[in-house]
């Protein structure tokens, strides 16, 4: 099993929204950087742990985990013209763009703000806090995931 950071913009789709969503069930879709993308189609597995981040919101952090349960797909998006992510190179014939699904876990008791894991010096390395760092998917170190998870008041 490994871990994962996944941002959201909540004004999109939120941890509430993932909660109330059929079978607590989403597609993670959208995604347009090539690096995010390489680590859906070669290291998000079924069964990895995702930490859930609410991020352009005041504060930005971790509200809680949520578990892959379908690997990587075809994004459709990509081929609709009317979508937002609409990618004219892009076809069932011509697959650029791939999504997972992931299904709520557990609610955090407290968010667990960027700033808090900023300051706390054992999370010093994990990406998210790192100048520069905007992907949308990046891996987590179990250490950096058992901290936030105790910060966040889970024992996990």
């Avoid at 960027?114 to 760092?133: A, F, H, I, T, Y």
């Avoid at 992907?135 to 936030?148: D, G, T």
């Amino acid at each position: 099993m490994a871990y994962w950071l996944f941002k959201t913009e909540p004004f999109q789709f939120s941890w509430d929204d993932l909660k109330t969503s059929d079978r607590q069930t989403t597609t993670w879709d959208g995604i347009r950087n090539y690096q995010a993308r390489n680590f859906l189609r070669d290291n998000v597995k079924l069964g990895d742990k995702v930490l859930f981040y609410h991020s352009r919101v005041d504060p930005p952090g971790i509200v809680g985990i949520a578990v892959v349960t379908r690997e990587a797909y075809a994004d459709p998006s990509a081929w609709n013209p009317k979508s937002q992510y609409y990618d004219a190179k892009s076809s069932p014939d011509n697959i650029r763009w791939l999504m997972v699904d992931v299904t709520f876990s557990q609610d955090f008791p407290r968010m667990v703000t960027l700033e808090q894991m900023k300051n706390e010096p054992d999370l010093s390395d994990m990406l998210v806090v790192k100048r520069g760092q905007r992907l949308s998917i990046q891996p987590v170190e179990e250490r950096h995931f058992r901290k936030v998870c105790s910060m966040g008041g889970l024992n996990e």
